[in-house]
C-alpha cells in the first residue's frame, strides 16, 4: 500500500510562499507505475479539490485558481513531490493532501496545514 507523509505547512502572510514537500514509499513497482500523484486541498466546510497532479507520463495540470503561482514537480530517484506556492492569498487558505493513483486505486496522506494571513 502506497504511503504518502506530507510536510511543509504552516502560517504564513499574503504574498509570502510554502514550499510542501510529500514523500512516498510502499509503492509496488516503480515510481512509474503511479499513475498520477498530486496535490489538493480542503477548505473548512469545502469539498477536498484538486491544486496540481502530475502524471507518470509528466503531464501536468493546476487548479484555475493557482496558475502561475504553483508550481509542481517530483523527484523520481528520492519519491518526493513538491509544491512550490508563491504569491499566496488567503483564500490558499486550507489542508493540503498529497494523493497517488496506482491501478485504480488512490491514496492520501494525512495533510499539512496551510494559513494565509491577510
Known amino acids: 500500500q502506497v504511503q504518502l507523509v506530507e510536510s511543509g505547512g504552516g502560517l504564513v502572510q499574503a504574498g509570502g510562499s510554502l514550499r510542501l514537500s510529500c514523500a512516498i514509499s510502499a509503492i509496488s513497482g516503480t515510481f512509474f507505475s503511479l499513475s498520477t500523484i498530486g496535490w489538493y486541498r480542503q477548505a473548512p466546510g469545502e469539498e477536498r479539490g484538486l491544486v496540481a497532479s502530475?502524471?507518470?507520463?509528466?503531464?501536468?495540470s493546476y487548479a484555475d485558481s493557482v496558475k502561475g503561482r504553483f508550481t509542481i514537480s517530483r523527484d523520481v530517484v528520492k519519491k518526493m513531490l513538491y509544491l512550490q506556492m508563491n504569491s499566496l492569498k488567503p483564500e490558499d487558505t486550507a489542508v493540503y493532501s498529497c494523493?497517488?493513483?496506482?491501478?485504480?486505486?488512490?491514496?492520501w496522506g494525512e495533510g499539512t496545514r496551510v494559513t494565509v494571513s491577510s
Open positions: 502530475v502524471t507518470s507520463g509528466g503531464i501536468v
Open positions: 494523493g497517488a493513483s496506482q491501478w485504480g486505486v488512490t491514496y
